[in-house]
């Protein structure tokens, strides 16, 4: 006698849940697999083993479904498995938005890095002397400019270009500052110099070539000063993040991203600046995300459309490089804004304001700083 059609339903209900059953246990399996990964640092995804699975069970396959169903069929099952892999191991980033729901704020002075309102970074690449730091200095804070920020040690790509006044410098940047009542940010490029750097800066920063030095990133999250720390111009967005995690990881949360540009091989611009790098990143993290338009353009017309680009993405602040004579500074002349040039850069710029903000907060120093980002829907 035929089954009834109310029999073969309820078979199918049960081989449904069944399958459910097997595809739940499976998932944890592959959680386990991701456990033994990460102890002997195997490869997420292994497209080998996945080809010699796909062919056992074609093997295996005595219909009524083809064969192309059937790799189409566990193909799907392998690529939902990675995925949940992916998640979990985002996931297990301190860095992820899974261990904050809302946005990070840094307490900076009176100024909250990650606010309301964005953040404009401006000021010279490099400390050079007494009287170049006063007259930007001043310029700035004229201009409503809240913190300062210019290289005393400089990394550069000439072991013969200039490289930064050193202690002097950092001197020089901390005394400037405190004559205009500004705070300090400033790079630190080696483990030695962490302790004296932190004595005059109030944020560290990490520039693009020591974004892989993860002896200096372990250094500086054992710090209580906020870091500021830059993409390297060859980082991917999960580098870049990695990098930040060997931050936090050593119990420094206050950590600041910076985008500025990555290398391509376009000539017409210094780096090719990554917008798409702002909203992604402020999707996977709660961090703060600026964008460094000087470093990323290394040149001076195009600034205001490059950051209000940046804006438009979600950027919380952008980086701009001020010098007051830029025809005879050190380094980086090319890209430098003198205050004129600045001025009309924020004309351009248009408001700042966000909702709820009733003018913009202004950082000053080179284009390396960063803000925190608004809360995102989810």
């Keep these: 006698m035929s089954p009834t059609i109310e029999e073969l339903r309820s078979e199918l209900h049960y081989l449904n849940h069944a399958i459910l059953k097997l595809l739940n246990r499976r998932a944890r399996v592959v959680t386990d697999v991701l456990d033994v990964k990460r102890n002997e640092n195997i490869p997420l995804y292994v497209p080998q083993r996945e080809m010699e699975m796909i062919r056992d069970l074609v093997g295996q396959n005595s219909g009524p479904f083809s064969d192309d169903t059937i790799r189409h069929l566990f193909k799907e099952i392998f690529h939902a498995s990675v995925g949940l892999m992916e998640d979990r191991s985002a996931g297990a980033m301190r860095t992820s938005r899974a261990f904050h729901l809302t946005d ?37 804070s004229s201009a409503g400019v809240s913190i300062l920020r210019a290289g005393a040690f400089k990394p550069r790509s000439s072991p013969y270009s200039f490289q930064g006044l050193g202690v002097e410098g950092l001197k020089i940047l901390r005394e400037t500052a405190d004559r205009y009542d500004m705070r300090v940010i400033t790079e630190v490029m080696d483990t030695r110099a962490v302790e004296i750097v932190g004595e005059y800066a109030d944020v ?111 950027a919380s602040g952008l980086m701009v490089e001020v010098h007051p004579f830029p025809a005879v500074a ?29 003018r913009p907060l202004l950082i000053s120093g080179n284009a390396e700083t960063c803000s925190a980002a608004q809360p995102l829907d989810h």
């Design 104 to 140: 990070q704020v840094i307490e900076l002075g009176t100024e909250r890095l990650g606010g309301d309102r964005p953040v404009l970074v401006a000021g010279p690449c490099a400390v050079e002397n007494e009287d170049q730091m006063d007259i930007v200095a001043r310029g700035l």
């Design 204 to 314: 560290l920063q990490i520039g693009t070539r020591n974004m892989y030095n993860y002896d200096l990133l372990r250094e500086v999250g054992r710090q209580e000063k906020p870091v500021l720390l830059k993409r390297g111009f060859s980082a991917t967005i999960d580098e870049f993040l990695a990098s930040a995690e060997y931050i936090v990881k050593e119990g420094n949360e206050r950590v600041i991203l910076c985008e500025r540009g990555i290398r391509t091989f376009e000539r017409q611009t210094r780096n090719t600046l990554d917008i798409s790098a702002v909203p992604i990143l402020r999707r996977m993290t709660y961090l703060p995300v600026m964008v460094d338009i000087s470093h990323a353009a290394g040149r001076k017309d195009i600034l205001a459309p490059l950051g209000r680009a940046a804006l438009a993405a979600g």
């Design 330 to 358: 050190r380094s980086d002349s090319q890209q430098q804004l003198d205050l004129d040039e600045f001025r009309h850069f924020l004309e351009q710029l248009g408001p700042l304001e966000k909702v709820g903000s009733k």
